[in-house]
């Protein structure tokens, strides 16, 4: 799979991750752990970032950020994870709300891996 579909397919998990948060914090459920989303390597595209990125890829300046970026995106869901397992839904909704540190977080992260897409035109 090349760089930019591996970009557009992380947006869309992503982007379905917010949801999995909505439907953990109505239902007090999830299939994973706060702990396994926290890590930022075990999401298809965090293992692609650790693991198996070309290295001229990887060597762009886009791709620092992004890592980074990404992190903060499972630490702040896995955060948001545990708040909504623990019945917290108030705050948890708080932590996912727009104009939250997850909702920036995941916003650059976006922008910045887009940006990257088109450093690869």
Same mark, same amino acid.
């Given at each position: ?74 630490? =702040? /869901?896995?955060?948001? $994870? !545990? @708040?909504?397992?623990?019945?917290? %839904?108030? =705050? /948890?909704?708080?932590? $996912? !709300? @727009?104009?939250?540190?997850?909702? %920036?977080?995941? /916003? ?14």
């Amino acid at each position: 799979m090349s760089t930019h579909d591996e970009i557009d397919k992380a947006v869309s998990a992503h982007g379905m991750w917010k949801q999995k948060l909505r439907q953990a914090i109505d239902t007090g459920e999830c299939e994973s752990t706060p702990e396994r989303v926290k890590c930022d390597n075990n999401c298809s595209f965090g293992k692609w970032l650790h693991e198996r990125i070309d290295s001229q890829v990887k060597s762009m300046p886009q791709y620092n950020d992004v890592v980074a970026l990404h992190a903060d995106f499972h630490k =702040e /869901a896995g955060a948001i $994870l !545990a @708040l909504a397992l623990d019945g917290h %839904k108030d =705050e /948890a909704k708080q932590r $996912l !709300a @727009l104009g939250s540190e997850f909702s %920036k977080v995941s /916003a650059n992260l976006t922008k910045k891996m887009h940006e990257w897409q088109k450093a690869l035109e």
